[in-house]
């Protein structure tokens, strides 16, 4: 049975490799149809070679997690897919990217609507407004380039420092230090 939370500021959903979905679902999700699209609008941010993920679906609802407060995600790029149910309220917001939280920030509000995903830059502070009633589910999947992780930690901003850890960890590997991505322009592939 699942144990592990799904991250550290959700109480309720499920790790989904702790259900075996990575290498069946996942994976190939991230490699054939996600990768093509984030190399697109994220080359900057390594979308080209997004090779580690962590994946989970959080839940909110009215007796357990409401909300979500202002953070940045630990990866490049993350998708967010609303998985429905009945709700009501619980916009997400964005502020800038690597904005310092202030205690007025300036946010825009995105309506979180049932099948639908949106994906943004792991770095860009967000969260979830309250849900008003009902329950939502959302399926995270956090993007993770070795390459760009492995020369600046994007929580810490400092080079990594590597321990051994099971799965994909924290999307960083053990690597040469000229590993650098290449970068392609895209405009000439056309």
Known sequence: ???GRPNTMNNYG???????????????????????ITALLYPDLGGACL????????????????????????????????????????NLYFGDFS?????????????????????????????ALPIASGERWNLIIWMRSSAIRNQLCPMCNKKPELVEAEGFGDGFTETL???????VNLCSLW
């Open 99 to 127: 904005q310092e939280p202030t205690p007025v920030p300036k946010y825009i509000e995105i309506e979180h609507v049932g099948a639908q995903g949106l994906l943004h830059r792991g770095g860009q502070i967000h969260g």
């Open 177 to 183: 230090d000229d590993d650098v991505p290449e970068t």
């Open 1 to 3: 049975m699942p144990k």
């Open 14 to 36: 499920v790790l989904l490799n702790e259900l075996g979905m990575d290498e069946t679902f996942i994976t190939p999700l991230r490699e054939k149809y996600l990768q093509p």
């Open 51 to 90: 090779d580690s993920h962590k994946a989970f679906v959080v839940k909110y609802s009215l007796h357990e997690d409401l909300d979500l407060s202002s953070h940045y995600d630990n990866a490049e790029v993350t998708l967010n897919v609303s998985l429905g149910k009945d709700f009501t309220e619980g």
